[in-house]
């Protein structure tokens, strides 16, 4: 049932709560009531302007706690970009719609469970409006029943089964999430049929069909835009599920600020379901606290992180390490766009980080300048040489959301 708060503007719908409806601070109270499982006693979704304060800036320097997608424009380049880019390039690439985190927003369309994450982690928020629905669990034994599949066939060796009950579990998610807008009615029609065809204002596209790069008259691909849009998806769904992803990580971020130590790791990259992190030590549990090394084994670990069984393999919400590197490089362009390498140590580079040979390292250096000199490659006694042509010492970990 959707309820609409005191104060709300007459073009929002829905059912008031009593004959003045909700106040802010009654909807704040019902938000911070919360359950024995952490669990809000609102449902829903709310319409709100979110602020972080100062003391939230503080304690977040790095990465701000709001994931939204804002319209950037050229004056927001900073750092190697802005003196990367040409002017041109800039109109080019500019204004655009990107995912980024920050510190405040607006007209931000929050779960229950992420505005409750907020409000205890101290950003204020003004509400607009707010929906509230009956918390229920109607995926539960599907989704179960899908990871009893994926687990039934890790054990079976099928790779086959394996990928149909993922695609099958994710697919849903990915159906409500559908822009209809986008689809066409495709045809393929001959000369009579082409007149008939560029006279529709619907017609979106139209080609040729050719074969071995050669015509084949009289035939033509056209393209209609929709006559009829019908917007009958539970995008709600869609929207609970992905917000609460980025809500799973941001929660997660916590875990590391409060459990490591500071300066041994660095946040590099994320998308929906994995993120990249950069450490100082070979495994995470190197840079646990002392003090807190007890908790992080009897409870963080248990909570978070799958073991080698493959029930917990599969389980939704649980972290494994999908890949890593202890020497190379990772390049992202884009979400899900992504490559990572392993690079070897030469045998150069063994010299160079031999201590025996620390007093001489720079007869070593002026020794490769020079052969990389003579096989063209410039050199000389740029010593930088070197440095661009080693990786980053330490281990990057790419780690995935079951």
């Known amino acids: 049932m959707p309820f609409i708060f005191k104060g709300a503007p007459k073009n929002y719908t829905g059912y008031a709560l009593g004959d003045e409806g ?57 750092g190697d970009l802005l003196n990367t880019l040409s002017e041109q390039q800039k109109k080019n690439l500019f204004p655009c719609d990107e995912n980024v985190f920050c510190y405040h927003a607006e007209n931000y369309l929050a779960t229950s469970d992420t505005l409750l994450y907020y409000a205890k982690k101290g950003i204020t928020f003004k509400l607009k409006y707010f929906v509230q629905y009956t918390r229920r669990k109607p995926f539960h034994k599907f989704i179960r029943s899908m990871v009893a599949d994926r687990v039934q066939a890790v054990r079976d060796k099928d790779a086959s089964l394996s990928n149909l009950a993922k695609f099958l579990q994710n697919s849903c998610v990915g159906n409500f999430a559908v822009n209809r807008s986008r689809f066409t009615d495709t045809k393929i029609v001959a000369a009579d049929g082409l007149y008939r065809a560029l006279r ?11 074969s071995d790069g050669h015509r084949v008259d009289p035939l033509h691909e056209v393209s209609f835009k929709k006559k009829r849009i019908i917007e009958d998806l539970a995008i709600h769904i869609q929207i609970f599920v992905y917000q609460n992803s980025k809500l799973l990580f941001f929660k997660f971020l916590d875990v590391l600020r409060k459990y490591m130590r500071e300066g ?19 495994t995470l549990e190197e840079h646990v606290r002392d003090e807190l090394r007890q908790e992080w084994d009897n409870i963080i670990v248990k909570k978070w992180f799958a073991t080698d069984e493959p029930e917990s393999q599969k389980e939704p919400g649980l972290l494994k390490i999908e890949e890593q590197i202890t020497r190379g490089w990772f390049i992202a362009l884009s979400p899900k766009c992504y490559i990572m390498s392993e690079c070897y140590t030469s045998d150069f580079e063994k010299k160079l980080l031999d201590p025996a040979n620390r007093a001489h390292i720079y007869k070593l250096l002026d020794e490769y300048n020079n052969t990389i000199a003579s096989e063209g490659g410039g050199g000389g006694n740029d010593q930088n040489t070197v440095a661009k042509k080693r990786s980053a010492k330490g281990v990057a970990h790419m780690i995935k959301l079951k």
């Open 200 to 210: 529709n204002p619907l017609l979106k596209q139209m080609e040729t069909l050719k």
């Open 22 to 78: 909700v106040t802010e601070d009654e909807f704040r109270e019902l938000l911070l009531e919360t359950n024995a499982d952490g669990e809000s006693r609102f449902f829903g979704f709310a319409m709100v302007d979110l602020f972080s304060t100062e003391q939230v800036i503080a304690d977040h320097p790095e990465i701000p706690p709001i994931f939204v997608k804002k319209t950037l424009c050229a004056e927001d380049l900073q």
């Open 264 to 282: 041994s790791y660095r946040f590099c990259y994320c998308d929906t379901d994995s993120f990249l992190l950069a450490l100082t030590r070979p």
